[in-house]
């Protein structure tokens, strides 16, 4: 084999892994709400114990299309509980179920995200929707909680206890399952956002990843030449 | 050959920008109170004396501008800033450098300041960012003089040595951010060339201005460079002892003797603490290398022995610390995923049994280099370890703190070297020739690694 032959299988292996690896980062980055991520863990207190005709919820603004899984940080009251824990997405708070969602409750601990799955929704952008948790064959003192957030506005939405509005918002993240072109977009808004000049236009970043590719071929192409003068 | 270090050298000013815009404002270490510090020195007009003496606006601004652009995002152990506004003076959005840090960085910016006074908080602190930008380009240049020093015959390792500087994952970032260890970074570049300078030509003044320059800053920019000057002396007096010999006829080719010289006198020195603390418990305790070790260079920076709980948790720290060389991104949460700390472990190591085989055939008089090549490298290794002790190690004892792997970017320039002549030495003469184009593919490959699958899912996912 030549060094010449080797030469072209390294640069034919990378032409391939390079955007392979950018892209499969590009789709399994997730798209996530953010607004709700404004505030600090420090600053969260237990909403009470979620067991039996005990609710919580919380309604919120989908931003994009394909809402899949809405994650609540969840808090076990420092003992090991037993149970199980359902998430109902609604469109308003005595609407009927568009969804639901069970996990158990078993490895819950002080601080953990409770992750629910739904099948994807893709009317979801710009529409508001509601969840709330329940767990009516838990027991008392056997039961989870749900951290909420007293002091922070999340702005488009409310906290409800039992179905009563509370004051602050759930501790929640949303999730949202799109293809990578639009994933792409998404995270150029996500760059440019409250940027300042040119940092906040989308043709300058366009122009350095344009740049970026370019050098990165003329260097490759340029190590090829010198490595067989 | 010209036309490939053009192209890397607008390459490195791309990825730095293309970092910058990737990473979100105030999102590299301690940027926050870096920022501050240029701002209290501008506004004071000299350098406060210590934390307390602060320009309360110049807090306000940077706590404003970090709450708007997702601060707290990624920051959940600071206090909250809402709260940190609410104080008199205004509290800051990270730890405060004022009066802690030494100050010759940010002096150099006080001008850059005063010049984009009137601009948004955001503006000053891009026109900082693009000076890093500036100070990580000027240490490829320096790379690839040095390399050209060290092997003006080799084109593979005079394209490799720049390539690995100019991609080394955690110098693209920092190297991006506001942060004073780009310039410690860039001083301590200054500070290999003169000293490869020195073995290549001798004393002439561009050494001389090199090492002396680069001396007398080292001790304002910052403490990860203060070993530069010990280096320095070292370097000299090797130097000076390899041209003696040469001087009165002496065949220098077992060098490593002078490498002897500098040893021994480390391990009579070292060799109280030894015999005092870790002796002792080593008899007690079955002890692994990495803990003897550990152990070992505890007592040396501490006096008493080490914690069993420290000596317990060492060997992993100690792979946090050395994974954290290549890559410890942002306030040093993201992280590469294990299996690439892994593989470049294991191409280390490669590189390190290359560097052996180069050693075991000096050793038996089969001479794979030069002396005066002997020696840079032995000044390299010479500078790696210092720089090694003199910033992981001691933090490496200090429990709830990982080793930050940007002080070791002041010895850049040296690992790339090593670790290229390393891998050099394991390929066969006819397959050398494609090391550069093996390297580049791999670290245009790290790159998306390090871009695509953990800082942009870190910072927007």
Known sequence: MTTRRVSVAIWIVAAIAVPGVWLWGLASTPLVMR?????????????????????????????????SRIEVLLHNYERANRGTLTLRLREMPNGPDLATSTIATDGVGEETWGMFEIAPRADSAGRTYYFQLDAQETEPHQAVTVLVRPAIAYGEGTAYRNGQPLEGDLTFRVYFSVDVLTRAFVLLSQLIEDRPGLWGHPLFYIAVGLGYIILIVTLARLSIRLSHD | MKRYILVLAALTLVRGVLYRLVTPPWQGPDEPGHFEYIGFIAELGYVPADAIEVVPAVTQRVTLSAREHWYKVFQHGWPDLDFALTQNPSGLAGPREAGYQLPLYYQLLVPLYQFTAEQPVLVQYYAFSFVSIGLALATVLLSVYAARLLF?????????????????????????????????????????????YLFRYGVRWPAFVLIVAACAVAPFVKRSAAFLIAL??????????????????????????????????????????????????????????????????????????????????????????????????????????????????????????????????AWLGNRPMTTRQGLSLLVCVTGILMAGTQSIVVALFLPNFNPPGRYMMTVLIPMSMLLVVGWRALIPERWQPLLPQILLAGLILQDAVSLSLTLIPYFYG
């Open chain 2, 232 to 361: 320095s002396f070292i370097a000299v007096v090797m130097w000076a002892l390899w041209r003696w010999g040469a001087y009165r006829g002496w065949q220098v080719k077992h060098w490593h003797w002078v490498a002897l010289g500098v040893l021994v006198p480390v391990a009579v020195i070292s060799a109280p603490a030894f015999v005092r603390w870790v002796a002792p418990m080593l008899l007690q305790t079955p002890m692994t290398v990495a803990q003897l070790i550990g152990g070992y260079l505890y007592a040396l920076a501490y006096g008493p022995p080490l914690p069993a709980e420290l000596l317990e948790r060492l060997p992993a720290r100690l792979l946090i610390a050395l994974g954290n060389i290549w890559s410890q991104f942002g306030w040093g949460r993201p992280l590469l995923a294990v299996w690439n700390y892994q593989l470049v472990g294991v191409l280390a190591g490669a590189a390190v049994a290359g560097l052996l085989r180069l050693a075991v055939c």
């Open chain 2, 152 to 196: 003006p015959d080799n084109q593979s390792l005079l394209i490799a040595v720049p390539t690995l500087v100019a991609f080394w994952p955690q110098q693209s970032f920092i190297g991006a951010v506001i942060n004073n260890d780009n310039l410690a970074t860039f001083i301590a570049a200054w500070t290999i060339t003169g000293l490869l």
């Open chain 1, 35 to 67: 607004q709700e991520m404004r505030s600090v863990m420090l600053f969260t207190r237990p909403v009470g114990e979620i067991a039996g005709a005990q609710t919580a919820g919380q309604s919120f603004v989908a931003p994009y299309a394909g809402l």
